[in-house]
Nanobody
Framework: VQLQASGGGLVQAGGSLRLSCAVSVRTFSNYGVGWFRQAPGKEREFVAAINGSGSSANYAASVKGRFTISRDNAKNTAYLQMNSLKPEDTAVYYC????????????????WGQGTQVTVSS
């Protein structure tokens, strides 16, 4: 299983970005997908996760109402729509996957992609 995150960049506070995570796997719908982030000097933290069918999602309290996770199983791709961005959202964002979605929510998915940098200026 290989994951490729993209879509990061520099945006002003209040702006929006959409991250994409392309997953190379035979049956994408068998995997839960999550987004995590790590800011400089801080530990990696959970941001959001979605189950294989896309019917259920979980969010960290800090992003709930501003971020939306989704997936397109026909394209083997998951997304993170980030609105109302704040400077404290600045971090490297990683996507990850696991056949068992609760493991993703717990922060211990088996497969990880490389990160994409998101920088929010004030």
């Amino acid at each position: 299983v290989q994951l490729q995150a993209s879509g990061g960049g520099l945006v002003q506070a209040g702006g929006s970005l959409r991250l994409s995570c392309a997953v190379s796997v035979r049956t994408f719908s068998n995997y839960g997908v999550g987004w995590f982030r790590q800011a400089p000097g801080k530990e990696r933290e959970f941001v959001a996760a979605i189950n294989g069918s896309g019917s259920s999602a979980n969010y960290a309290a800090s992003v709930k109402g501003r971020f939306t996770i989704s997936r397109d199983n026909a394209k083997n791709t998951a997304y993170l729509q980030m609105n109302s961005l704040k400077p404290e959202d600045t971090a490297v964002y990683y996507c990850a996957a696991d056949p068992w979605t609760p493991v993703v929510v717990a922060g211990k998915p088996e497969y990880w992609g490389q990160g994409t940098q998101v920088t929010v200026s004030s």
